[in-house]
């Protein structure tokens, strides 16, 4: 199978291209780097951008991990492994963020501290966070050219005018290097922060809007706040001020997906991270996930690798009964402040 | 006196242009469309000098060239040929020689606009503090109590009723939109500031209202004005200094009082007895 494709699918051209648009990228911090982006075997908006840059930059010998929503077994990470194993030969995958050389992601970035010698290639579905303000990309230029982000930082003021504090839950506009502002991707505000001074490089990828933009190692990221309403992650305190924990691995540092329990109608909350999660020992609870179920060869058995507990678990807001299989959707109730909201299946 | 603004020559052409584009228009040709090319003479050798605290008074009937002059200025537009200096802080900014960022960043930071349609000088989609915590926030505050307190602040000074300010510029009446359309402006204190025909179309008890708020805001701030308007009160009331415009030229200049009750040209003896 794999033979018929040059490695990495992509020809030497088209991953030339884009290492070189990757590294203006990095070099103009938060710049927004137009390129070619490429037809791939699946449809834009499923992580293509993502794809590209993974497939243009992985050597062999190399060792990938692909996340998606913090899983590694979810369908759109599940796929984007199985795609990449079957192009590039001599290619490690791995669940482990501890292991791996470079990990593409969507909506989270690992809870474990990257280090130097990795790469995180995060999907992007909306590169520009002007566009909910300005719709012509050409004065969206001109404003990024200006660092003019006033615009963005009245939509902020507007919310805490209505809601007496900024409602973005996720995608939070980040200023980067003090100049460019980027729209990070999905992530959850809790993974802002991570952004920066990050040791490891982080690269976005849209496939469909093709940009590519770049946080550098060791870089300024600063979420937009105003002087007095400063930025602040996900609070995870319960009613009592008690740091909900994960039902799994106890862990009360970790950013939490919130599910309700179909028989006891209780919410239960667990580690959006898998790895992580695995790695805090699952042993603390009973049922839970035993580390290392993932298949890694590719997920043929997703279902058979996911929490147990999981398949009783129904959406809350959906109401819809889940079967085993239509769990790898991985369709999640994240829980943001103030904001409780469904981050549905498919995204860059 | 402080200078504020030098125009010279401002002259802005619509089309092609050809050398007999000026000598073939204006007042004593009844057109401002070139009979050779086909242009339009918008508006041709526009000069005047405005001072600190003075407000100078652009009239004319419509399509006088009177919002082309002042839409220039404010770098809506780009004249054709022509130079005006911005004086500020002992500094000469030569406006239509910076480049394009730097001229947003000027009429950001140190001019202000009122137009006579709120849809151009607010954005409809945000509050109308929202509007004012835009182009405080342009300047760089970004501290949010310290924009609360001086959008309410403005528009207090206004006349908006501060209890409103959450609320969408489309909820007000058109006088009270006009009013949030200058505290917007009036956010960073600019030196200089441009009106056209701020008033036109509202009833007469609310443009009275906001004539008063317009002087006040001179005597206060010493705020340089240019007033555009075809209304010979409006220009009466605030204006110490006017220019008659007609085809693109300014055919008359000189202290408001002089010309309305002294018009030397024509077209303004006409202008100035047709007047109710």
């Known amino acids: 199978m794999s ?13 030339k291209e884009v290492r070189r648009t990757a590294l203006k990228a990095v070099a103009i911090p938060g710049y927004q780097v137009p390129y070619s982006s490429r037809e791939m075997p ?17 050597g062999k010998g190399e060792t990938l991990k692909v996340i998606d929503q913090g899983s590694d077994d979810s369908v759109n990470a599940v796929n984007l492994r199985s795609f990449i194993e079957m192009t590039c030969d001599d290619i490690n995958t791995t669940t482990s963020t501890e292991e791996a050389d470079v990990i593409q992601s969507r909506h989270r970035i690992p809870e474990k501290a990257l280090r130097e010698d990795q790469l995180i290639v995060l999907q992007v579905p909306y590169p520009d966070p002007l566009v909910v303000v300005e719709a012509s990309e050409d004065k969206r230029k001109m404003l990024h050219g200006e660092a003019d982000y006033s615009r963005l930082l009245v939509k902020l003021y507007e919310d805490i005018v209505k809601f007496d504090e900024i409602t973005i839950s996720h995608r939070y506009p980040t200023r980067i290097n003090d100049h460019y502002v980027i729209d990070p991707s999905p992530i959850p505000r809790w993974d802002v922060p991570k952004l920066h001074q990050s040791k490891a490089l982080i690269l976005l990828g849209a496939g469909r809007e093709k940009k590519i933009y770049a946080v550098p190692p060791y870089t300024k990221a600063e979420p937009l706040a105003f002087e007095d309403v400063p930025f602040r992650v996900e609070d995870f ?8 924990a994960c039902q799994r691995c106890g862990c009360t540092s970790s950013f939490l997906d919130e599910f309700v329990d179909s028989k006891t109608g209780n919410k239960i909350y667990q580690c959006s991270d898998t790895d992580w999660c695995d790695e805090q020992g699952s042993s603390n609870v009973a049922g839970g996930r035993t580390p290392g179920a993932m298949d890694e060869q ?39 402040i103030n904001k409780v909201e469904v981050v549905n299946g498919q995204g860059a | 006196m402080d200078k504020v603004l030098e125009v010279e020559n401002l002259s802005k052409v619509y089309g092609p242009g050809c050398p007999s584009c000026f000598e073939l228009t204006g007042p004593e040709y009844n057109t401002n469309i070139c009979p050779h090319c086909g242009s339009v003479v918008a508006a041709h050798n526009v000069s005047f000098d405005l001072y600190k605290g003075e407000i100078l008074g652009i009239m004319g009937e419509s399509g006088s060239g009177k919002s082309t002059a002042v839409k220039c200025l404010y770098f809506d537009q780009e004249p054709s040929t022509g ?22 960043h000027l009429a950001n930071h140190r001019f202000g606009m009122v137009y006579q349609n709120p849809h151009l000088g607010l954005n409809f ?38 209890e409103r300010m959450d609320e969408l510029p489309k909820n007000f009446s058109g006088g009270m939109q006009q009013r949030v359309q200058i505290a917007k402006a009036l956010a960073i204190n600019p030196p200089l500031l441009f009106l056209d025909e701020v008033t036109t179309g509202l009833d007469l008890s609310v443009q009275a209202a906001i004539l008063d708020l317009i002087m006040e805001i001179q005597q206060e701030q010493q705020t340089a004005m240019v007033v555009v308007t075809h209304d010979l009160g409006v220009i009466r009331l605030l204006a110490g200094r006017t220019l008659v415009m007609k085809y693109g030229r300014v055919i008359e200049t000189g202290l408001t009082d002089q010309i309305l009750e002294d018009p030397q040209h024509a077209y303004t003896q006409r202008l100035v007895a047709s007047a109710l």
Request: charged content about 25%.
């Open chain 1, 3 to 15: 033979a018929a494709y040059p490695f990495g699918f992509l020809d030497e051209y088209a991953k």
């Open chain 1, 42 to 58: 699946m449809g834009r908006g499923f992580g293509t951008g993502g794809l590209q840059l993974t497939l243009a930059l992985l």
């Open chain 1, 237 to 244: 305190t319960d009613e009592h001020g008690v740091r909900r």
């Open chain 1, 298 to 336: 590719g997920g043929s058995n997703v279902a058979g690798g996911t929490t147990p507990g999981m398949e009783e678990v129904e959406q809350r807001r959906e109401q819809l009964p889940r079967t085993p299989g239509e769990m790898n959707e991985q369709t999640v109730l994240s829980v943001g």
């Open chain 2, 83 to 104: 130079s005006a200096i911005f004086f500020d802080k002992g500094r000469q900014h030569d406006l239509f020689n910076m480049n394009a960022a730097q001229q947003r």
């Open chain 2, 125 to 162: 989609d945000i509050s109308a503090g929202g509007n004012i915590a835009e182009r405080l926030l342009m300047s760089d505050i970004d501290n949010y109590a310290a924009i609360r307190t001086r959008a309410t602040g403005l528009l207090s000074r206004t006349e908006v009723l501060p």
